[in-house]
């Protein structure tokens, strides 16, 4: 196997890895607000990461920008969804948020 | 068609999409239950992009590309229409 | 290595089976719906693996996009209507009806019927597809699925426009008259905007790409529409007013243009041929020029049905003439 090929499969490894830790925040955290943090950070390093692996394996320029792209297109995604979820999250009597006091 | 360990990084990414699942049938907000659509958005994209590693087709990076481009339709339709403020729905 | 590909699909399989059960069996409408939107993305993976890329396309952009925003919004119509005369939480028509059994009986006969089909080693004949491809050159396009949607099976596709012009007619005869819902002061906001600044752009070049790519790759006018229309939902939400009423002629022109270009062409080509049948010089332009229009069209007609049932759309006011 090639250089490249066990490069990529490392890095989509590392982001499967970020793909579980987001789906395992999104079912053990105890809030709304908690899960969307899992939700959208690691579910945005592991989709880079992916995206990492998958550029290696292209020969073309145009496929490898396209990649990039739809990388960033899900960062952009997220970030705003994350922020309007938050938000109304916020604003809605019944969302209740469970709070570590730990100071 | 060249098949490489990339389906089973696929199989894998999909088993850890229906693990998101439990969220959206659990809730209890509808927020929650968004969350996994938007999970889906992301991961969907993932599973695409592996696929596309699998058989060589770079065709499925455009259907991830127009995934990631929608993904974020969803939510805001949920937060601007069905869950703006002081709608007080009830939260399952 | 087969085993891959099997465990995959086995995945697969068990995921859309286990969500479209979930979907059926809830009991609140807007967990049964979050679930469909979740099912749609399977099946659009599904078509992946069938080998049927140009569908899974238009599954990935009729599915996350529209189709999730009409549910919504018309599970919100619903839920306005109805509030302080029953309780917040609608429940899933299906769950525990006797009719929802039987839907489920059927089904289950229908999947072995198939699979008995399936497994007795009955293989497909080919039907018209080798005919087909072998008079691809004479369509004007190398995607052999842009080839029978816009030129062998044109007529087919024509009327699918007509439709969707029908169903955006019959949202507005039912909206007539309906004032538009003001965002409130609370729902605008600076993040949604700049998403929609940047987001906008991307979607159009991507819509055009597809169009343009749906000569030899999967792509094509419903997809790309498809994506507009969803774009056209989120500029809804943010607070733009787009100008949606049929007062205005460019609305007019903008929902009717795409059938119209394609009747057109239909008929231009009737000096000495059939209707729709395009000279094989020219049928790759004629082809392009009507799916721009459609694609167009369709991205409209998606926004209008979406304002529709999320009872956005406005009543002329005065000094907007015929």
């Not at chain 2, 992301?42 to 127009?66: N, P, Q, S």
């Not at chain 3, 749609?40 to 899974?56: E, K, S, T």
């Not at chain 3, 009737?270 to 000279?279: N, S």
């Amino acid at each position: 196997m090639s250089i490249s090929a066990v490069l990529s499969y490392l890095l989509i490894g590392f982001g499967l890895v970020f793909f579980t830790a987001g789906t395992v925040g999104l079912l053990r955290f105890p809030d709304v607000f908690s899960r969307l943090h899992a939700l959208t950070k690691a579910d945005n390093l592991g989709l880079g990461l992916v995206v990492f692996g998958a550029i290696l394996r292209q020969s073309e320029l145009t496929v490898m920008l396209k990649l990039v792209l739809i990388w960033l297109l899900v960062l952009i995604a997220s970030a705003t969804t994350c922020y309007l979820v938050a938000e109304s999250a916020r604003r809605n009597p019944d969302v209740k948020e469970s709070r570590n006091d730990a100071a | 068609m060249t098949e490489q360990p990339y389906i089973l990084l696929a199989a894998y990414l999909l088993l850890t999409l229906m693990g998101g699942v439990l969220r959206a049938v659990w809730g209890p907000t509808r927020a929650d239950r968004m969350q996994t659509a938007q999970l889906f958005g992301t991961g969907g994209a993932g599973v695409l992009i592996l696929l596309g590693l699998a058989f060589e087709d770079t065709a499925l990076f455009d259907i991830a590309l127009v995934l990631a481009l929608l993904s974020a339709v969803v939510v805001i339709t949920f937060t601007r229409n069905v869950w703006s403020s002081g709608s007080g729905d009830d939260p399952s | 290595m087969l085993l891959d590909g099997l465990s995959f699909d086995l995945l697969l399989s068990i995921a859309l089976i286990a969500l479209a059960t979930a979907a059926l069996r809830a009991r609140d409408l807007f967990k049964s719906i979050v679930i469909f939107m979740l099912f749609g993305l399977l099946v659009a993976i599904a078509w992946v693996r069938v080998h049927a890329p140009d569908l899974a396309l238009a599954e990935a952009a009729i599915g996350s996009g529209i189709t999730g925003a009409l549910f919504l919004g018309a599970l919100n119509r619903i839920e306005r209507k109805r509030k302080g005369a029953a309780s917040g939480r609608l429940e899933n028509p299906v769950n525990g009806s006797t009719s929802g059994a039987w839907a489920v009986l059927l089904t289950l006969v229908l999947t072995g019927l198939l699979a008995m089909a399936v497994l007795s080693g009955w293989s497909y004949s080919g039907g018209l597809a080798d005919e087909a491809l072998s008079r691809i050159d004479e369509s004007g396009v190398v995607n052999p699925v842009t080839a029978v949607i816009l030129n062998f099976r044109a007529y087919d596709t024509l009327l699918e426009i007509g439709v969707l012009l029908l169903a955006v007619l019959g949202v507005y005869a039912v909206c007539e008259g309906q004032t538009m819902r003001d965002l409130r002061r609370r729902d605008r906001s600076k993040v949604l905007e700049t998403f929609v600044h940047l987001l906008s752009p991307m979607v159009v070049l991507t819509a055009g790409y597809l169009v343009w790519v749906g000569y030899k790759e999967p792509g094509g006018a419903f997809q790309a529409g498809a994506l507009l229309g969803g774009a056209g939902v989120v500029l809804l939400l943010s607070g733009r007013e787009l100008p949606l009423h049929t007062a205005r002629t460019v609305v007019r022109i903008i929902l009717g243009g795409g059938f119209l270009v394609f009747l057109l062409a239909g008929l231009l080509v009737m000096k000495d041929r059939a209707f729709l049948e395009y000279p094989r010089a020219s049928a790759k332009h004629i082809i392009l020029i009507i799916e721009l229009a459609c694609t167009v069209s369709i991205g409209a007609i998606l926004t209008v049905l979406f304002s529709g049932c999320a009872n956005l759309l406005a009543a002329p006011s005065e000094e907007e003439g015929p």
